[in-house]
């Protein structure tokens, strides 16, 4: 059983930057990480998405350009760091796990492909 953990986060402000980490047990190396953001009302969305050996990333265009998302293999954690944040990054942030997607293949871009789920924490961005 996959179980993830997400940490970080909390009050930014526009123009300024945040860390989000994701601490993954059981089997880390076997799944692609992937980071979510639901924002009030809205539907949960895409925003990257990492391999297995942290070394091929995938993002929406909206975070492109200020997001990376990383992984330490060693510790089991996968970051999402945020620059010049914006009020509209504004949300609840997931991390989720699947050993099937495959960005490749146009898999992985959705949250209805991901098994494992974090529990959620909340960005809020100030302008």
């Known amino acids: 059983q996959v179980r993830l953990v997400e940490s970080g986060g909390g009050l930014g402000q526009a123009g300024g930057s945040l860390r989000l980490a994701c601490t993954v047990s059981?089997?880390?190396?076997?799944?692609?990480i992937g980071w979510f953001r639901q924002g009030l009302g809205k539907e949960r969305e895409f925003t990257a998405v990492i391999n297995r050996a942290g070394s091929v990333t995938w993002y929406a265009d909206s975070v492109k350009g200020r997001f990376i998302i990383s992984r330490d293999l060693a510790s089991h954690t996968v970051y999402l760091d945020m620059v010049s944040l914006k009020p509209e990054d504004t949300g609840v942030y997931y991390c989720?796990?699947?050993?099937?997607?495959?960005?490749?293949?146009?898999?992985?871009?959705?949250?209805?492909?991901?098994?494992?789920w974090g529990q959620g924490i909340q960005v809020t961005v100030s302008s």
């Open positions: 989720a796990a699947d050993d099937r997607i495959n960005p490749y293949r146009d898999t992985g871009f959705r949250d209805r492909e991901y098994a494992y």
């Open positions: 059981g089997r880390p190396f076997d799944y692609y």
